[in-house]
Each structure stands twice: as C-alpha cells, then as structure tokens.
C-alpha cells in the first residue's frame, strides 16, 4: 500500500470499518469532500473482484460466479447509498457538485460491470443450462434476473456498439442529475410572504402554524407567514386561500418548475433525454424506449398501459363535467369568477365538500397529528406481521429531523432499522419517498436492512395532517416494510427489487389501513384534547371518500398518458417537450380548469432516472392489484385477518423477487386481479 493511499484510508470515514450503533454511516463524521476519493477506491476495488470471478480456472457454477457477483461490491455499494441518500435529504451545494461529478463516472462504471465480457460469459453459459444445474427457485430466479440485467444493459451488443451504449448511459446520468438540481433550485427559491391580514383570509390554523414554521426556516422575522412549494404548505393553500390572485401565483409556479428560461431551464434537458433515451432503445433493437421498457414490466407492451389507463380516462372526464357543473355554481354564489380555471378547483371543491357533506378538512386534521399517525402505522405493522418499532434516540444521524427504530419481530428479534424523517426543508427534494442505507441478505451469515422514509409535511409545533398527507404516511410505510420484511438469501432479490409494475403494491394496499374506521377510533384523536375522532366525522369521511375522484383521476391519468406516448415516439423522433405536451393535451381532451399534477418540466419520475420513464402508469397497475388485493380482507370480514395478512406477508412482502409478480400475486389471492375493484374504489362506475 503506497503513502498516499494509506493517508486516503486513514482520513477518510467512508474507506474505514463503521464502528458505530448497528453499523449505522457515520453521519457525523462524513461531510461531501470525502466522496470522490472514496469512489475513486471502491470502484476499482470492485471491478477487480469482479475480474477474480471472471477469471477462475474453475469452471462458472452457480456459486463461484452468480453468487459471487451478487456478493461483490459491498464497500461500492454502501458508499452509494449513502451518497444517494444524502444527496435527496439533505443536499448542499457541495454535494450537488460531486453529484454532478460523479454521475457520468457512476454510469461508466455500471457500464464498466455490464459490458464485462468474460464475466457475462460465464454467466451466459450458466444461463443456458440453467435447466440443468438443479437450482432450487430462489437461485433460478437470480440467475435469471442477473442475465436479464446484462442482456439489458448491452452485454449482447457488437463490440462497436457498446463504446456508444456507454457514452449515452454515461451522459444521460449527468443529465438526469442536472435535471433534478434544477426542480429543487425553483423549488428552493420561491416562496410567497404573507405580508396583512388580507393575504391570511381564508386559511384555517393548522396552516397559519404550518406557514410560520416555513418562514421560520427561511430565517423571516418571527411570526411572519410563507407559503412555499412543498405540497404540504402549497396544495392546502390552493384549497384554503379566498385570496383567488395568490392563489393564481402559486399555482402558476407549481406548474413553471423547471420551465423559467436561464440556467435551471429543464425542457431541453428533457429534450436531450430523449434523444439518447431512443438511441438508447435503438441500440437494443427496439422501435421505441417504451418498447424497451416495458419488456420487463408486468405490462409488458405499450397497448396493454392504455388499455388500463383508457378505462379511467373518459369515464372520470364524464365525471368531471358534472363535477364542474357544482363548482361553477359554487363560484357563483361565493362571487367568484366563471369560467373556473385551474387554481381555482381545490379552492371551489372543497367549499362544495362542506356544503354536501358537512365536511371540512380543517375539522378533520386536528384529529390527525403526525405523531399519532405514526403510532397507527407501526400498531398496523404489528398486527398485521407481528413486528414493533422501538425508538432509539441519542445516535447520529444526518439532520436533527430523522428518527430511529429499532424493528423486532414476535420473538423480540432484530429484523431491521427504520429511519423517518417527515419534513420540508430546502436541501431535502420534494415528493416522499423510501430508500435503504443498507439492503437485507444473506451475505455473509444475514445483513439487517436500514430502510428510510421521506416526506414533506410542514414542519409546525404539531404537524397535522390531511386525509391525503395520511395516505402518503402510509404509503411510504408500506414500501418500507417491503424493505424491512424481506427474507431472501441474495441482494439482487431483496425488499423492492422487484418488477416496477409491482413494487407499487405494497405500498398502495397499505394505505387501505389509512381509512380503516378500527384505526381511526383508537389513533385518531384531537391534538389538545385527546378526544377520540367522532363517530359522526368519520362517517361523513366515509360518505366522502369518493368525491373529487374525477379530478384526482385526471391528474394522475393525463400524465401517464402522455410519458406512455412520450416514450413510445419512433426512436430519431425530436420533440420539443413544451410544445408535445400542449399537443397532447389537446389531443386527450385535458380540462384546463384541471391540468395536470406532472408537467414535464418538472416531471423527476420521468426525468430524474429511468425507473419511473415510461412507468407512470405503474401507480394505477398497482391500484388495480391493491383494490382486488384488499378486496381479500374485506371478504374476510377482518381488517387484520390473520391468514390473509400471512399470505400477504409471504407472497408480497417477504419476497422480494423470488418469483414472477403474477405468480406471487396469484399465491396471495387465489386468483388474478379483477379491474373493477379498483374503478369502483375510485367512483368510476
């Protein structure tokens, strides 16, 4: 080992054994300067392992070759996950540098695995024998999916494609980086100051509080009031706010993230995507990258996603007229003005609510603080699949607002660590979302998973939170015990690493425990009081439960439709994204007094990776497997029926990828998925 090496490792957290509470990062010693000489180690250091499987003399067998390259990496890959993690929670100017650094040097080093020849041929010939090898379904499966990952990332390409495959992949990274950077400069640098008493009008006490705490954050005079573009702080104001002018102006920056002119332009970042995005498919073969995409998706062709989503689109646009119909005569009687246009709906729908339903979301969220909330989750997990959450306070992590849980099973083992962190800020990205810091395995003797949960709420005194923040708590939990839960012996397998069409299930079917009456009359109680939430508001919950489903449905719909026509242009297609959206916008029919919950200039699903590119739709194929799926409770006549809740344990959560989705579907219910639950869920017929 030469001097400057050995300096490297001495001073270098990242490069050194974690001696820290359940081999936690140590968050409190790392800081952005440490990454790209750790990259610059663990990289090498990887390919060289893998050059040692590739290089036996021994011929490949399953374990000297597969389960060696699920095995290898393991110094690269925590490293990673750390960055990653950081990077979306708790990002700095310095980090936004190294990611940019270090996203196309990312991309040519997967390239770098992918594109190994020797290593693919040992692989490949496992593969073609693999009938052969007595494998059990488990090890099958992995050999597999690993073959897949090669064959899909250009192992099979003649040599004098692959140096181009890797400059595309290797410039779509850093694309795809500046892409995100540039939604959360817009986000970071809007705010809107609630200056009198006239700009408050309207806006109910859980968001004054709420405000206050987002001017306090942006370090304004004590009590002042701001409203940002969190969803939590933007989207109740939408609803809430007479002030119609605010309202327009918040609205209009919600859609114009990533679309203002300069240097966080975004629409020919996109632009560039997709123009390697089609090369990308074209050199796979593929008419198109939806093509290309979906041949590893349940769905399988383009024609099998609009065949789904066409079944929601026109009857929720029928829907809508009606809708609409009670809106403007809502506006009129307020004053407002008609037509009604897009800022104004949430505001009209939710005066309609009331008046319908006797119903109103500030009489609702005192009844859901955070806190509580979390509570509930964890007593659903518990009675569902027998594990409890055990706070552990006093140990480094990276921000003050994240949390840890110790997760333990019925016989009070460690099955995992579970890390919430609940709110905005502007170094974290918006959305919510799941992560792991380190993945559950088998390798060597059984690694315990740390799993994260992202969200947005407002940060206040008491959070509170809205029936729709509630779902979203949920269904980030219920992607997280697909993390926590897994049980499979190889890390390609574990936890969420299952087909894109179907990782949305766990999560989605968990949020049904959200609106489940049983949980709400034990955790449901008002933040000052105590008082249990009353029989009588959550039966007006119920009634309303559908209503505003046509808008909702168009929201979501309308985008997944246009990234499935998006991605399937004929690759050499060039589009100007702006222009392709207001085609096709006018081509579906969008209402403009509706619009869309993505547009493409700030579309991360899309456009900050590959996972959700052609994939949007993947929510509803999930909702449509969520609604059935739940359906298996209902018929039980238990919310928390033990053996149902056992083969959704097994099946579902447990099983990371052991087998097809399909198939893991059909061991849970019986049977495949009927749509109509799902339509029926949202009012749709």
């Known amino acids: 080992m030469n001097d400057a090496l050995r300096d490297t490792l001495a001073i270098n957290p990242l490069l050194q054994d974690w001696h820290t509470p359940y081999g936690l990062p140590p968050f409190d010693q790392v800081n ?101 090898l007595g494998l059990d379904s488990e090890q099958l499966r992995l050999l597999e999916r690993i073959h897949l990952d090669f064959v899909r990332a250009g192992a099979k390409l003649p040599e004098d494609k692959r140096q181009r495959y890797g400059e595309v992949m290797e410039a779509l990274a850093g694309l795809c980086t500046r892409f995100t950077q540039n939604v959360l400069a817009d986000e970071a640098g809007f705010s809107l100051q ?37 969803p939590s702080l933007a989207e109740p104001f939408l609803t809430f706010s007479s002030r119609r002018d605010l309202r327009e102006t918040v609205w209009r920056e919600r859609v114009a993230r990533g679309a203002h002119a300069g240097e966080h332009d975004n629409r020919p970042l996109a632009a560039q995507i997709m123009v390697l995005r089609q090369e990308q498919a074209a050199l796979h073969g593929y008419a198109s990258y939806a093509d290309y995409e979906l041949v590893d998706r349940m769905a399988g062709k383009p024609a099998a996603v609009h065949d789904l989503l ?82 552990q306070k006093g140990i480094p992590l990276y921000h003050a607002d994240a949390r840890l849980w110790e997760v333990r099973d019925r016989a009070d083992q460690l099955v995992g660590l579970f890390i919430g962190d609940n709110y905005a800020r502007p170094s974290k990205r918006s959305g919510a979302w799941m992560s792991i810091f380190r993945s559950q395995s088998g390798i060597a003797g059984g690694t315990l998973p740390i799993v994260i949960n992202n969200n947005n709420f407002a940060k206040a005194d008491t959070t509170l939170l809205s029936a729709d923040d509630l779902r979203t708590l949920f269904h980030e939990f219920g992607h997280g015990l697909h993390g926590l839960l897994s049980q499979v012996r190889y890390e390609h397998l574990a936890g969420t690493q299952v087909l894109s069409d179907f990782v949305e299930l766990p999560s989605q079917i968990f949020e049904n425990w959200a609106d489940e009456e049983s949980v709400l009359k034990q955790h449901a109680r008002h933040y000052q009081t105590g008082e249990a939430i009353p029989a009588a508001l959550l039966q007006k919950l119920k009634a309303a439960r559908q209503f505003n489903q046509a808008w909702a449905t168009i929201q979501y719909v309308a985008p997944a439709l246009i990234d499935m026509a998006l991605h399937s242009l004929p690759n050499g297609t060039e589009v100007d994204v702006a222009a392709f959206e207001a085609e096709q916008c006018a081509a579906l029919g969008v209402p403009e007094d509706i619009g869309l919950r993505h547009y493409l200039s700030h579309f991360q699903h899309l456009f900050a990776g590959p996972g959700y590119a052609a994939g949007y739709y993947v929510y509803m194929w999930a909702e449509v497997l969520d609604a059935d799926g739940y359906d298996a409770f209902v018929e ?38 009927k749509v109509e639950p799902m339509l029926a869920k949202r009012g749709l017929i």
Not at 114 to 126: G, N, W
Not at 199 to 212: E, H, K, N
Not at 355 to 381: G, H, S, V, W
Request: hydrophobic share 45%.
């Open 310 to 391: 066409s079944r929601a689109w026109e009857p929720a646009k029928r829907k809508a007229e009606q809708d609409r119909l009670a809106l403007t005569e809502m506006a009129r009687s307020l004053g407002e003005p008609t037509p009604i246009a897009a800022w104004d709906w949430r505001y009209l729908a939710e005066k309609v609510r009331q008046q319908r339903y006797d119903l109103d979301d500030a009489e609702i969220k005192p009844y859901f603080a955070l806190e509580n909330m979390i509570t509930a989750m964890f007593d659903c997990a518990g009675k569902l699949f027998g594990v409890r959450f055990v706070e």
């Open 194 to 230: 609630l200056k009198d008493a006239a700009d408050l009008a309207g806006l109910p006490d859980f968001l004054l509080a709420s405000a206050q705490g987002a001017a306090r954050q942006l370090g304004l005079p004590e009590g002042s009031h701001a409203i940002t573009l969190s």
């Open 636 to 673: 039980a006549g238990d919310p928390f029926h033990a053996e149902t809740a056992e083969r959704l344990y097994r099946h579902i959560y447990s099983a990371g990828n052991k087998q097809e989705p399909a198939a893991a579907y059909r061991a849970f219910r019986g049977r495949d998925p």
């Open 32 to 132: 952005a300067g440490h990454f790209i000489p750790a990259f610059d180690l663990a990289m090498p250091a990887h390919l060289a392992e893998l050059d040692a499987i590739a290089s036996q003399a021994a011929p490949a067998s399953f374990d000297n070759t597969v389960v060696a390259f699920d095995a290898a990496g393991r110094l690269l890959t925590r490293i990673e996950l750390l960055f990653d993690n950081l990077s979306s929670s708790e990002t700095s100017p310095a980090l936004q540098e190294v990611e940019l650094i270090m996203a196309p040097r990312i991309a040519a080093h997967k390239n770098a695995i992918y594109m190994h020849a020797a290593l693919f041929s040992r692989i490949d010939a496992l593969y073609g024998q693999r009938a052969e």
